[in-house]
């Protein structure tokens, strides 16, 4: 027969037990730069996405910044909103009076020299970077010129090179400093960039920002097409370009294209926002 001081023991174990791993999930609500779902609240009208948010509560310590932090790699195929997810997130910090900093490949210049630009209007200035330049040396000096970071986002992270991601990984490890990676996974031909293949393998989180391809399809690859619609299977890896001369499609869609079974028509690239259908 059992006591009933003793099962009043087992009892109160229990609640205590549940109650520390309440206790952990408060803290790690409260201090974690967790991932959160794109949502919007009926007291602050924002939508905010997948991506590491501010403590909502208070400023966690340098301690725990450095065991936070992580490097986050975002990949998708074309025109899957990864700049425009870029742009929210340094906008959500900025707004909590943090400060970030925009890296993005000097090689694209699309909308001016140091411009990180989406297809539905959201622009930012951002610090260009060249192919030998050292990315933990340039977040350093930043820091040393401007104060404290508490953020830092990468455009175009496909045209990395070996040695940027692991500089990347440093300011991580070393800086504590959260860092987001946005870019393209494979190019024209089906085969990976030289960054996105090293933020597959040292990246601490990866996430696919998903798209659609017009055969209804999700779209996973990218084709290269000329100015009749027609694949482009040779050339160099790195060219740039946007609606009119890339496409998203599926894995299927680009077996079909590649082999030039077919033709794709270039969609329009601007939201008739206000129009009648």
């Excluded at 800086?175 to 597959?200: K, N, Q, V």
């Excluded at 690859?221 to 482009?232: K, L, N, T």
């Amino acid at each position: 027969m059992m006591h009933p001081h003793r099962g009043d023991t087992q009892g109160s174990s229990a609640v205590v037990a549940c109650s520390r791993k309440g206790a952990e999930r408060r803290f790690h609500v409260q201090h974690a730069l967790g991932m959160w779902w794109a949502r919007t609240s009926a007291d602050n009208e924002r939508v905010r996405d997948r991506i590491p948010w501010p403590s909502r509560y208070h400023a966690p310590s340098r301690t725990e910044c450095m065991m936070m932090a992580k490097l986050y790699f975002y990949y998708s195929a074309m025109n899957a909103g990864k700049t425009t997810t870029l742009l929210q997130g340094a906008y959500n910090y900025r707004e909590r009076g943090m400060r970030t900093l925009i890296l993005t490949p000097a090689l694209d210049n699309r909308y001016g020299d140091g411009v990180v630009a989406s297809r539905i209007g959201l622009k930012a200035n951002a610090l260009r970077f060249g192919g030998g330049e050292d990315l933990l040396a340039r977040v350093d000096a930043d820091i040393a010129a401007h104060g404290t970071l508490h953020c830092v986002f990468v455009d175009e992270a496909q045209f990395l090179t070996r040695a940027q991601v692991w500089q990347l990984s440093d300011v991580v490890d070393k800086l504590g400093i959260p860092t987001l990676a946005y870019g393209l996974r494979t190019d024209f031909r089906g085969e990976l960039f030289e960054g996105s293949r090293y933020l597959l393998a040292w990246a601490d989180h990866l996430e696919e920002i998903k798209t659609i391809c017009h055969s209804g399809r999700k779209a996973t690859m990218v084709v290269r097409v000329d100015e009749r619609g027609r694949a482009v299977t040779d050339g160099p890896q790195v060219e740039i370009g946007g609606n009119e001369r890339y496409v998203s499609v599926s894995r299927a869609e680009f077996k079909k294209i590649s082999q030039g079974n077919g033709r794709i028509e270039l969609q329009q690239s601007v939201l008739p926002l206000g129009e009648s259908h």
